[in-house]
């Protein structure tokens, strides 16, 4: 996150992006400056991984004091977004979408990107506890510590929640204990590899070659 904050032209456009993400939702997009301000006060250990990243070359070595405190505070910026959970749920359908805003149809981000952005969701957007969600849920998600959990379900939708109580990862514990019980009542909103279950695949595969004998008759 601290590294993709780096390019000049993204600081620019990043905040309309969160604009059209979640074009459409009744309620739109703010800034928290309370939690900016805390961030930037108390984050010694994001300044520190800033500098680790200027020492391992992820970050332009050439670059200022200043600019490395404009990259720093805008990444501040980004923790200190704020919407409501409809909002959420908007944004986390337009990346099941493709990137497509559902409302506005609005291509924000390409298929590419939003494929890039969906696998981090999976392998650490559940910090500490992402290598078991992804065994046991098996969906990209972004967990906040303000306790809100965004689900993304590709090509169907999202679960967007909000639950402030947190488990010792951080994680809201009615929002992952949430996302667990509509799997189990869901046939849709399953783990992704589900369907490769070796039964449904030879069904999927005869029934294929009935389509392609029907249609070759």
């Known amino acids: 996150a601290v590294v993709s ?17 979640a074009k459409g939702a009744m309620s739109p997009v703010s800034f928290n400056n309370t939690v900016y301000l805390s961030e930037k006060h108390m984050g010694h250990r994001n300044y520190a991984i800033l500098h680790y990243l200027v020492n391992k070359g992820c970050i332009d070595k050439s670059l200022s004091s200043a600019n490395l405190t404009e990259i720093i505070d805008l990444y501040f910026q980004l923790c200190s977004v704020e919407m409501n959970t409809e909002t959420l749920a908007v944004v986390g359908g337009t990346l099941a979408n493709g990137g497509r805003n559902i409302f506005t149809h609005d291509q924000v981000f390409t298929a590419d990107t939003v494929r890039n952005m969906c696998s981090l969701m999976l392998m650490c957007g559940m910090y500490n506890y992402s290598g078991r ?41 009615k929002g992952t204990k949430f996302t667990r019980i509509v799997q189990e009542r869901s046939d849709t909103i399953t783990h992704m590899f ?13 029934y294929r070659l009935r389509l392609c004998v029907d249609t070759t008759a």
């Open 133 to 173: 969600w992804a065994f046991e849920v098996g969906l990209p998600a972004k967990s906040g510590v303000s306790g809100a959990i965004l689900v993304v379900i590709p090509k169907l939708g999202a679960l967007a929640m909000w639950a402030p109580l947190l488990d010792t990862y951080g994680n809201s514990v």
């Open 194 to 206: 589900r369907n490769l279950n070796a039964e449904r695949i030879q069904k999927r595969k005869k």
């Open 5 to 21: 904050t780096q390019s000049g032209h993204y600081g620019r456009d990043c905040f309309s992006r969160y604009g059209r993400l």
